[in-house]
Structures are given as C-alpha cells and as structure tokens.
T-cell receptor, first 116, second 112 residues
C-alpha cells in the first residue's frame, strides 16, 4: 500500500521567513496530493491540493510543487505569520483512478511554529 | 452553510463496551470517509462509503463497522472497545469519491 513520509517533524521559523515541508510517496499510481492544516484541538482544514497533471500550484502565500519522477511534493509558505503556527499534514491518494479505493494516506505531520 | 458535523464531540467508554459515532456530511456530498487519528500522528483511513455502499476499508479489525444512510449521513460502530481505540475519530465528506475531502471536528473517544 501507499506510504507517505513527511519531513521535518518540527519546524521553527521567524515571522516573515519562508517555511518548506517535504513529503515523499511510494505508490506511483497516486495522483492527488492535498495539504491539511490542523490547529490544536481543531479539524484538519484543506489548504491547498495538487493533481499529478500539474507541477506547481499557488494560492497567495502558499504553494505546492510536485515531482512525479522523484515521487515527492512540497509545501511552501512565504512571509509566515504567527497564525500559520499549526500541524501540517501532507497526504496522497489514487483519486480519479476510476473504481479504485479512494483513500487519503497521510504523513505524520509537521509542527510549524512561527515566532513573532 | 453547514460543514461536516459529528456527534458526540467527546465520549468516555469502558473497555469491552460498544460505541456509535455519527456524521452528517456537507449538503450534497455523497461520500463519507472515516479516519482514526491517534495523538501525534496523521489520520488513518478506516472506511469509505459512497452512495450507501462500502467502497474502501483500511487495516482495522472487524470490531469496526460502518454504514451510510439514504440521506448520506453515516455511523461508525466499534465493538469490544480496547484502550488502544482511544483516539480522535474524524469524518470527511466529499461530493464524489475522488474529490476534495472536508473534515468534521471529530469525536474524541477515550476508553478507560
């Protein structure tokens, strides 16, 4: 089955700096890669996602890149703010594979702390 | 516009008991998935239901079961509770099986 590795497990940055979180996946059939932000005691919230037919996607200060050949994808947050502090999870699935089991396989998460 | 709602929010059960967790998806969403999130880990897939049929099952014992109703709401049942079942149980809904999944706030289950 799919295995998703996420690094680093913790990341501390100064406000205004950039943060990068990296994930690798094992299943070459995976084609959908969402990122979730989870604040303490709250639900995971979808912040951005990418499908395998594109290499990069941006949404304001957040961007995701995908390298299908190397089977890794990354989350980039620019101009970080204290409210970006949370646990971030990457995930992978075989979405759009037609008839296959659509499930999200998550990484173990990255605790991002943005220091004022 | 209501998001995914789960009930109850917190629950304390004794080992060996049975528990039922409930989920109402976003209006119009036909797919419901269940995940278990142990403290400090990412969510782990338990089940997916789409159009009231089980479409996927994760590596969980038969003590775990679920169903989806005609209104697309869902129940997760766990029998013979173990201490290790203590976790946050998350429900996620999506319009189709393969579209974006949105999570509820979860049910925090504690088994003592």
């Amino acid at each position: 089955g799919e295995n998703v590795e996420q690094h680093p497990s913790t990341l501390s940055v100064q406000e205004g700096d950039s943060a990068v979180i990296k994930c690798t996946y094992s299943d070459s059939a995976s084609n959908y890669f969402p990122w979730y932000k989870q604040e303490l005691g709250k639900r995971p919230q979808l912040i951005i996602d990418i499908r395998s037919n594109v290499g990069e996607k941006k949404d304001q200060r957040i961007a995701v890149t995908l390298n299908k050949t190397a089977k890794h994808f990354s989350l980039h947050i620019t101009e970080t703010q204290p409210e970006d502090s949370a646990v971030y999870f990457c995930a992978a699935s075989r979405g759009n594979s037609g008839g296959s089991n659509y499930k999200l396989t998550f990484g173990k998460g990255t605790l991002l702390t943005v220091n004022p | 516009d209501a998001g995914v709602t789960q009930s109850p929010t917190h629950l304390i059960k004794t080992r060996g008991q049975h528990v039922t967790l409930r989920c109402s998806p976003i209006s119009g969403h036909k797919s419901v998935s269940w995940y278990q999130q142990v403290l400090g880990q990412g969510p782990q897939f338990i089940f997916q239901y789409y159009e009231k049929e089980e479409r996927g099952r994760g590596n969980f014992p038969d003590r775990f079961s679920a169903r989806q109703f005609p209104n697309y709401s869902s129940e997760l049942n766990v029998n013979a509770l173990l201490l290790g079942d203590s976790a946050l149980y998350l429900c996620a809904s999506s319009y189709y099986r393969e579209t974006e999944a949105f999570f509820g706030q979860g049910t925090r289950l504690t088994v003592v």
